[in-house]
C-alpha cells in the first residue's frame, strides 16, 4: 500500500510540470483516485497543481488582455488615420481572428485606445 501511495504521489507530482497542467479532477481520473483520497493523502500536492493552475489561467488573461489592448490602439490609430471614427463596433470587425470580443474587455480597450489617442465622441 505504500508504495502505491508513493507512486501516486510521484505521477501527481509530476503533472505539476505538463502543459496544460491537468485540474485535480482530471488527474484524479487519470490516475484512478477520487478527489477525496488526493486531499486525504496528498494534501500538499493537491494544492500545489490547484495553485499553478490558478497562476496559469492568471498570466494567461493578462497576456491576453494585454494583446487585446495592442491590438484595439493599433486599429483605432489605423481607422483614426484614414479619417474614421473608432467605433467599438469597427474595431471588433478588425481584430484578428481569436481575440478577445467580450464587450466588457473590447469596451474598455476601446475606451483607453480612445484615450491614448486623444479621441473624443
Not at 1 to 6: D, I, L, Q
Not at 37 to 47: D, L, Q
Not at 53 to 67: F, W
Request: with cysteine.
Amino acid at each position: 500500500m505504500r508504495k502505491y501511495r508513493s507512486d501516486l504521489k510521484r505521477a501527481a507530482k509530476a503533472a505539476i510540470n505538463e502543459t496544460p497542467i491537468p485540474s485535480v479532477r482530471d488527474l484524479c481520473k487519470r490516475l484512478g483516485v477520487t478527489v477525496w483520497f488526493m486531499g486525504k493523502y496528498f494534501p500538499s500536492v493537491r494544492h500545489m497543481i490547484a495553485e499553478k493552475r490558478r497562476r496559469v489561467a492568471t498570466e494567461s488573461t493578462k497576456h491576453r488582455r494585454e494583446k487585446l489592448l495592442q491590438d484595439t490602439y493599433h486599429i483605432a490609430a489605423e481607422l483614426q488615420r484614414r479619417g474614421e471614427y473608432p467605433s467599438m463596433n469597427r474595431i471588433r470587425e478588425e481584430l484578428p481572428e481569436g481575440s478577445c470580443t467580450e464587450w466588457k474587455a473590447l469596451s474598455l480597450a476601446t475606451y483607453a485606445a480612445r484615450q491614448a489617442l486623444r479621441i473624443s465622441r
